[in-house]
């Protein structure tokens, strides 16, 4: 299965496993037939002219990664739709209402969710977002004028609404900047490389991978304070404040996850492990009293690979769910 395809399918089927009702049911469907994922490739490829915006219309269910202006509107009663938003990892989402025509009084909503919510799981997780849960959502219908523009506080985001009038709607236009120490990440791809630096911040960051993976580390410096090394902790990660772990599962939330490994001594080298489960996240955790960082690469893991074991695997825990 094309990799784009693939994870486009699995966030499709989590979000229908959280819905019920033919209507639902037919808006994932059509969802699927259409692949979002691949029409955002094609998007990616159009030139644009100097000062030109991309526009085009929304689906219920649909993914986005390129900047534009988008409308949604609606032909038939849509009940349970959503957007999912996403832009490299050291990118942020800005999302701006340009128009909003919903009867909020009817039952109508048009809400921001700062990150993505599947299936009742949310990436980052309650414990790794600045923000508490209740302020991650943005509600047009409750904010009105107040907050016309919603950043995102990582590389993903999304809109969640239901329009019952047939020709009510909305338009949003989507704008990415820079961040210049990415935290929380869902990667695009299948593959790739990556460098996370904490530089003395005391938070938790989560590099998610929504496939099974092969992924090497091949630099992790953690304690490092004013060019030396702090002495290392004479056995296991109990009681140090700064170490990286290996997370895997079938959801979103990484503090739902299985925990596979545990890396608390800094080191040059490698050290690649293979993880067969649906979602594989490597995750920061930084006391905020040195600057902490991680190099690691990554790529899909395919069904030889699980075949050839190697003495720092952890495949044994998700390889049936392949």
Known sequence: MPSALQLQCH???????????ETRYLEVRDAGEDDPFLL?????KRELSAGQIYRRSLRCIDMLSIEGQFTFTAEQPQLHCATFFIGEPEELITIRYDFVNIDCQGGDFLKVFDGWILKGEKFPSSLDHPLT??????????????????????????????????????????????????????SQTPSGRFTMVIPHQHR????????????????????????????????????VGDFVELLGGAGLDPSKMFPLA?????????????????????????????????TFEYHQLDLQETETRKENSIEEFCLPSI
């Open 11 to 21: 966030l499709v089927l989590i979000f229908l496993a959280a819905s019920k009702g």
């Open 204 to 239: 938790n960051c989560s590099f998610s991978i929504i496939y099974p993976v092969v992924i090497k580390i091949s630099d992790l410096i953690l304690g490092h304070l004013n060019g030396l090394f702090l002495k290392k902790p004479s056995a296991g990660c109990a009681g």
């Open 262 to 294: 545990d890396l608390c001594h800094s080191f040059h080298g490698s050290a690649q492990m293979k993880i067969g489960c649906d979602n594989t996240v490597l995750r920061m955790v930084s006391s905020g009293k040195h600057i902490n960082r991680v």
């Open 133 to 186: 849960t209740p302020q991650r959502y943005v509600d047009f219908c409750e904010s009105g004028n107040i907050q016309r523009s919603i950043r995102s506080s990582q590389n993903v985001a999304m809109i969640f609404f239901r329009i019952q009038q047939p020709g009510n709607g909305f338009t949003v236009t989507v704008k990415k900047s820079s961040n210049l120490f990415p935290c929380n990440v869902i």
């Open 40 to 44: 955002l490739s094609e998007d990616l």
